[in-house]
Nanobody, 120 residues
Framework: VQLQASGGGLVQAGGSLRLSCAVA????????MGWYRQAPGQQRELVAT???????NYADSVKGRFTISRDNAKNTVYLQMDSLKPEDTAVYYCNADIKKTVWRTANNYWGQGTQVTVSS
């Protein structure tokens, strides 16, 4: 099982980017999915999460600017980032709790990270 993230890049302040993260491999179900980020010299921090039922949670620093969503049929989570600020610059990682079979408990998986750079 792998999480394959895409969509990062370089954008000017005030611009937008959309990140995607798809689950690859044979699985039974995906529970909570989310995005985290890590800036240079900083600890990894939560950006947003979404449950299988669509309940969302956001870091205060991105509320009103970022939107997390998911397509359960495609096992994919998205992060729409608007009104980007230079302080949003970081490597963004997707994360998911995945059950590989109906008999197993969920394990936590991380994607490879995608760089988001916001210039001032």
């Amino acid at each position: 099982v792998q999480l394959q993230a895409s969509g990062g890049g370089l954008v000017q302040a005030g611009g937008s980017l959309r990140l995607s993260c798809a689950v690859a491999g044979s699985i039974f179900s995906v529970n909570s999915m989310g995005w985290y980020r890590q800036a240079p010299g900083q600890q990894r921090e939560l950006v947003a999460t979404i449950t299988a039922g669509g309940i969302t949670n956001y870091a205060d620093s991105v509320k009103g600017r970022f939107t997390i969503s998911r397509d359960n049929a495609k096992n994919t989570v998205y992060l729409q980032m608007d009104s980007l600020k230079p302080e949003d610059t970081a490597v963004y990682y997707c994360n998911a709790d995945i059950k590989k079979t109906v008999w197993r408990t969920a394990n936590n998986y991380w994607g490879q990270g995608t760089q988001v750079t916001v210039s001032s």
